[in-house]
């Protein structure tokens, strides 16, 4: 391979940052933030939440601008006044959440404001179409740059993104958290485009809390911890402990944090839940004190069947039993009634109300044990959020903050409280630690943990494999919404989830 | 002959998008078509050729105020000023040939024009530059303008004796039959129509629309191209204002109230969507024609006028429920295009 990076010297470097610093008012995001990127490198940059990796990434975009420390591209000295500033520089930013125009064709949201005119001024739509293919072909992808950008899924539109900046010429290419709501063929698809653009000459900064991912695509790590930089290392001589340790500052002695409990009682029962096009004849129980978890491909109907059993859809054929009593079809106030909760996996779309304050966020499923008269009890409502705040260890300035205000992976423990507080006997949890950083994860697992100790039944559903295996008594695979296997814990691996959910041998995803 | 055939292939793909904006202008088109034939077969009187005109010039207006309309509601604005702004530029019409009654027509017309672009600019301006929701902004202008037109009136109004005949012509006259009015209006819905398709600054109105903080990103001088939206939507309804005048050849301080809520009708009906992004002035402006011929084969049918305000809220609601149903169907289809099932 073409690694010039390791150990090459600082003059052919790409990009160099050097002891960036960035405070908000009070608040220092970033006291030393330092990252070299050489042509024709993947570079991960790691860190937990809040280490200043967002804002590193808003200053290579433009958008915050330094208080001290020096940027250089292509051995210049520059001052990135804006977004406009930083394109021309070179850099062009991935989030992981790409903004298109839903409205506009692939091709337009490619070239918006650079269309390709021609005579009278007019925009040469065929020349436009042939640049987008171009540029498609240059990253060896297949999308067609004359359909909508609506209905695109994220990977896709990533894509697009990623075609736009090569369009610019872009050379530093920094994509924010890009796997997050990707699937593996999709991050594989994605990893390609990756290798295809360090091939070119581009430099790739690659942020992610899948460390897996680093080690499949980066050469190099560089490593933040508390807005400063840590080091920054060549993949092959790091470790995941290592990295961790780096990141957290201290030995995570157990990711999984994971007690090993005999179930008592069945307390959830699902025969066969059927509906329509979506899922057939699932049939499963949940014991007391267990953690069953229900994997699958995406589209396998997992989160369907957690929406049928709560009741927010409505089954069209099959049975949900709470402690032996049937539930009735399509209502979530009668499986909330006999104590069933669903922490759902967008929590900002479905999770939470981002406007009001956390403290009400967490008594929002509660509320009719704080009333009083009708009227809701400012002061319990406080006192029942403080004390969920101190279980959850939640981080946040002020209970009467908005939720908005808190980061991603405290924004999934208020989810997680505000349905605890409810003292469920079932919970119903739908990618508990999707986008959130190493130490909240633990920490989210192990109060998975603790809940089942306390005897609740947990039905989770995951994506991510590790957490399946760490955490789970029984596992359950979905596949094209019928049950295809039930394993114990000692029996489910990674091979054999694989197998079972996509009815073949495992390819080489990622 | 082979390089050929791969080249319509291409266009073809690229024109999907299109063609399903413009099936929707082909639906109101039949539509219009319907409820024509379905009248005259009920009253044949309804085809007659001074029928039709009526048809068209009773439309004409709207149409006129719905092309600069849906500028600003591609936007994800609104302009609730043009009945208000139409009045007003009426009036002022008037006024210039009370005082010099040996003014060309054309100047007549111009400052219309200019009356319009003098209110739209600062319907624009207030919008982008204090950031004041146009909802708000043009709410507030429609009052105001308005008020301003009864001190400017106070009381009075334009005569028919003080209108020039010259100036009359524009509004009554018909040329090989097709009124004068309606030329005009498709005129401008060609020229506006024609721009929205080809420059680049068209494309970032619909961009604003689409998605503000990616329009933003993408470096598109929104407040730029907002303002132009608004100036544009006021230049016509000053036209449509002296039009207006041209018509009746008589205005008081009440032209043109209650407009701008047909004119939206007539926006949304013509399948631009109402939160923006899409859409186009030719299916505004067939929106308006629409309405209108409803409302006259209403009365030809000698039904009550209260089914006219049943019939164009149904006709919103439905074009609304046609708009969310093909939005859902689009991205179910595109999903299950996708097809394959995703590995963990």
């Known amino acids: 391979m073409t690694d010039a990076a390791p150990g090459a010297p600082a003059p052919s470097a790409l990009l160099v940052l050097d002891k960036a610093a960035k405070s908000f008012g009070a608040v220092k995001a970033l006291v030393d933030g330092s990252i070299t990127l050489y042509p024709g490198e993947a570079h991960a940059l790691l860190g937990e939440n809040g280490a200043g990796k967002s804002t590193l990434v808003k200053i290579l975009a433009g958008v915050h601008q330094l208080d001290g420390g020096v940027l250089t591209i292509d051995g210049e000295p520059v001052t990135l006044s804006g977004p406009a500033a930083s394109r021309a520089a070179g850099v062009s930013i991935i989030y992981q959440e790409p903004t298109l125009f839903p409205d506009l064709t692939v091709a337009e949201n490619i070239f918006m404001g650079r269309q390709p005119i021609g005579r009278g001024r007019r925009i040469d739509k065929g020349a436009m179409v042939r640049a987008a293919r171009e540029v498609f072909a240059r990253l060896g992808v297949e999308l067609n740059p004359g359909r909508l950008a609506r209905g695109l899924s994220v990977a896709d539109q990533q894509i697009v993104e990623i075609a736009k900046a090569i369009s610019f010429n872009a050379h530093v290419i920094v994509m924010d958290e890009p796997t997050a709501a990707l699937t593996s063929v999709e991050v594989a698809r994605l990893f390609d485009v990756v290798r295809t653009l360090r091939a070119q000459g581009s430099a790739v900064l690659f942020i992610t809390h899948r460390l897996e991912e680093a080690f499949a695509i980066c050469q190099r790590v560089t490593i933040m911890r508390d807005g400063a930089f840590v080091r920054t290392a060549p993949i092959d001589e790091v470790t995941v402990d290592s990295i961790i340790r780096s990141m957290v500052g201290r030995d995570l002695d157990q990711l999984f944090p994971k007690t090993v409990t005999a179930p008592g009682e069945v307390v959830l029962e699902v025969s066969r839940l059927t509906r329509e096009g979506v899922f057939t004849d699932v049939s499963f129980t949940v014991r007391r004190g267990e953690i069953v978890a229900l994997a699958g491909l995406v589209g396998a109907g997992r989160s369907e069947v957690a929406r049928a059993i709560f009741g927010i859809d409505r089954r069209d054929a099959g049975q949900v039993l709470v402690h032996g009593r049937a539930l009735p079809n399509g209502s979530p106030k009668a499986a909330m009634a006999v104590g069933v909760a669903l922490v759902p996996e967008d929590r900002r779309q479905q999770g939470l109300v981002m406007a009001l304050a956390i403290d009400q966020n967490v008594s929002l499923a509660s509320l009719s044990s704080l009333e009083k008269f009708g009227l809701i009890r400012r002061a319990s409502e406080r006192a029942l959020a403080a004390e969920w705040a101190v279980k959850l260890q939640l981080r946040y300035s002020r209970l009467r903050n908005s939720a908005s205000t808190l980061s991603g992976g405290n924004q999934q423990k208020l989810v997680l409280g505000k349905w605890l507080a409810r003292h469920p006997s079932v919970l119903l949890i739908d990618e508990p630690t999707r986008g959130i950083d190493v130490g909240t994860k633990a920490e989210v697992h192990r109060l998975l943990d603790q809940l089942v100790a306390d005897g609740v039944a947990v039905l989770m559903i995951s994506s991510e494999l590790p957490e399946v295996l760490g955490m789970a008594d029984r596992v359950l695979v979905l596949r094209e919404g019928r049950l295809v296997a039930e394993l114990s814990r000692s029996e489910a691996d990674e091979a054999t989830i694989m197998r079972a959910a996509t009815g073949q041998t495992v390819g080489s995803a990622a | 002959m082979t390089a050929m055939s791969t080249a319509p292939r291409a266009a073809m793909k690229i024109g999907r998008a299109e063609s399903l904006l413009r099936v929707r202008e082909l639906g109101i088109g039949i539509a219009i078509v319907i409820v024509f034939g379905l009248t005259t077969l009920k009253n044949p009187a309804f085809a007659h050729a001074l029928s039709v005109q009526q048809l068209l010039t009773g439309a004409s207006l709207i149409a006129l105020l719905a092309v600069g309309?849906?500028?600003?509601?591609?936007?994800?604005?609104?302009?609730?000023?043009?009945?208000?702004?139409?009045?007003?530029?009426?009036?002022?019409?008037?006024?210039?040939?009370?005082?010099?009654?040996?003014?060309?027509?054309?100047?007549?017309?111009?400052?219309?024009?200019?009356?319009?672009?003098?209110?739209?600019?600062i319907n624009g301006l207030i919008t982008t530059f204090m950031r004041v929701p146009s909802l708000v902004v043009t709410l507030a202008t429609l009052y105001i303008i308005r008020g301003l037109d009864a001190m400017v009136v106070n009381g009075k109004q334009i005569?028919?004796?003080?209108?020039?005949?010259?100036?009359?012509?524009?509004?009554?006259?018909?040329?090989?039959?097709?009124?004068?009015?309606?030329?005009?209006?498709?005129?401008?819905?060609?020229?506006?129509?024609?721009?929205?398709?080809?420059?680049?600054?068209?494309?970032?109105?619909?961009?604003?629309g689409s998605n503000p903080e990616a329009a933003a990103l993408a470096g598109v001088p929104i407040g730029k191209r907002v303002f132009t939206a608004f100036l544009i939507s006021g230049s016509l309804a000053g036209l449509a204002g002296a039009l207006f005048l041209s018509e009746?050849?008589?205005?008081?301080?009440?032209?043109?109230?209650?407009?701008?809520?047909?004119?939206?009708?007539?926006?949304?009906?013509?399948?631009?969507?109402?939160?923006?992004g899409s859409g186009t002035v030719l299916g505004a402006a067939l929106g308006a024609l629409l309405l209108n011929t409803i409302n006259q084969s209403l009365g030809a049918l000698k039904l009550s006028s209260f089914w006219d305000q049943a019939v164009a809220g149904g006709l919103l609601l439905a074009a609304i429920a046609f708009d969310r149903g093909l939005g859902l169907r689009i991205?179910?289809?595109?999903?299950?295009?996708?097809?394959?099932?995703r590995v963990v």
């Open chain 2, 159 to 208: 005569d028919p004796s003080s209108v020039p005949k010259a100036f009359q012509i524009v509004g009554n006259r018909t040329i090989f039959g097709v009124p004068w009015l309606a030329i005009i209006v498709a005129v401008v819905v060609a020229i506006t129509g024609y721009a929205m398709r080809s420059f680049r600054a068209s494309r970032d109105i619909y961009a604003i």
């Open chain 2, 248 to 276: 009746v050849a008589t205005v008081d301080a009440t032209g043109g109230t209650g407009y701008e809520l047909l004119v939206v009708a007539a926006v949304v009906v013509g399948g631009v969507a109402i939160f923006g």
């Open chain 2, 331 to 341: 991205a179910k289809r595109m999903k299950s295009a996708r097809g394959e099932h």
């Open chain 2, 69 to 121: 309309e849906t500028l600003v509601i591609i936007t994800r604005n609104v302009d609730l000023s043009v009945g208000s702004v139409l009045g007003f530029s009426a009036y002022i019409v008037g006024d210039v040939f009370v005082h010099h009654p040996h003014t060309p027509p054309i100047v007549g017309f111009m400052v219309g024009i200019v009356v319009g672009a003098v209110f739209g600019a």
